[in-house]
């Protein structure tokens, strides 16, 4: 079973930064589409960036040059850079495969929550 295992979450004042990891239990080749998804309280989930095992991104419009997703094949982590943070960013962090096998797969890791309060 394909664990994933986030990390890095917190609690940061407005205007800062904050790296969030998330590590897969194998290879990143595995997955064809990897990505970062948020839930903030009373809100539905929403995407927040991916990144395609050929290294293409998209991100949310809203959260363009804010964010920036990464990967590390040999780690088998991906990771979301996040800068400019704003209270309205204050959600748990989820991260997401996909995965093609006898049929589309998808996992979810547990999540870690980021609070952007002074």
């Known amino acids: 079973q394909v664990q994933l295992v986030e990390s890095g979450g917190g609690l940061v004042q407005p205007g800062g930064s904050l790296n969030l990891s998330c590590a897969a239990s194998e290879s990143l080749l595995s997955f064809i589409l990897m990505a970062w998804y948020r839930q903030a309280p009373g809100k539905e989930r929403e995407l927040v960036a991916d990144?395609?095992?050929?290294?293409?991104?998209y991100y949310a419009d809203s959260l363009k040059g804010r964010f920036t997703i990464s990967r590390d094949s040999a780690k088998k982590t991906v990771a979301l850079h996040m800068s400019a943070l704003k209270p309205e960013d204050t959600a748990v962090y989820y991260c997401?495969?996909?995965?093609?096998?006898?049929?589309?797969?998808?996992?979810w890791g547990q999540g870690t929550q980021v609070t952007v309060s002074s």
């Open positions: 990144i395609t095992r050929n290294g293409e991104t």
């Open positions: 997401h495969a996909r995965a093609i096998k006898v049929t589309t797969e998808n996992y």
